[in-house]
């Protein structure tokens, strides 16, 4: 049973590129939500999909924006990047219903911007 | 801001010795969940607790929760350097969005 697989592991971009990160939840699963962790801090929520829209929202711009396809995986798109950007993006799923409580989370993709 | 808040910030202790974290957070919850996350890598989850439990094990883990303090507390038994690693306590509101909010961490040294 493959868990929540997350591309590309690491990536470096320019100031003012845009990049796509991609996810695939793990089996069973069909919410997906994004998580942004910068180096010391906790996750923070980027923002959250279920049957291919967008869900919930943290207090992230718009230039974060996603995407969730009919098989439930999912990609995160930063446009116009900073140098702020850089950090560890984690991508969760979870099974809605009542015995999908518990959140799993992927490797993460690291992003540096340069 | 951040939800919840792991105390200490940092942990050293010697292997076979035991640790314990602790969380609080600030609102109503449906779930508490615990997760491991080795330096530069993914979270792993350690274990969840409904908002209607008090206490649950797993294997050398074991979490108790207190909703009248909002407070939670992660023990790890007989302590490995395997087990060297931050520690995270994520919480879900009680809005059912299943949006985790996260606290700073702890970080374990377990010294050999």
């Known amino acids: 049973d493959a868990g929540v697989t997350q591309s590309p592991t690491h990536l470096i971009k320019t100031r003012g590129q845009q990049v796509t990160l991609r996810c695939s939840p793990k089996?069973?699963?069909?919410?997906v939500s994004w998580y942004q962790q910068a180096l010391g801090q906790g996750p923070q929520f980027i923002f959250q999909?279920?049957?291919?829209?967008?869900?919930q929202r943290g207090n992230f711009p718009d230039r974060f924006s996603g995407h969730q396809f009919p098989n439930y995986s999912s990609e995160l798109n930063v446009n116009a990047l900073l140098l702020g950007d850089s950090a560890l993006y984690l991508c969760?799923?979870?099974?809605?219903?009542?015995?999908?409580?518990?959140?799993?989370f992927g490797e993460g993709s690291w992003l540096t911007v340069v | 801001s951040q939800q919840g808040e792991e105390d200490p910030q940092a942990l050293s202790i010697q292997e076979g010795e035991n640790a314990t974290m602790n969380c609080s957070y600030k609102t109503s919850i449906n779930n508490l969940q615990w997760y491991r996350q080795n330096s530069g890598r993914g979270l792993v989850h350690l274990i969840l607790?409904?908002?209607?439990?008090r206490e649950k094990h797993s294997g050398r883990l074991r979490v108790t929760l207190d909703t009248s303090k909002k407070s939670s507390s992660l023990l790890i038994t007989a302590s490995r350097a395997a087990d060297t690693a931050s520690y995270f306590c994520a919480t879900d509101w009680m809005d059912s969005s299943y949006k985790l909010i996260f606290g700073s961490g702890t970080r374990l040294l377990v010294r050999p």
């Open positions: 999909y279920y049957e291919e829209e967008e869900r």
């Open positions: 969760a799923s979870r099974r809605t219903g009542l015995s999908g409580n518990t959140i799993y």
């Open positions: 607790i409904r908002s209607n439990e």
């Open positions: 089996s069973g699963h069909d919410t």
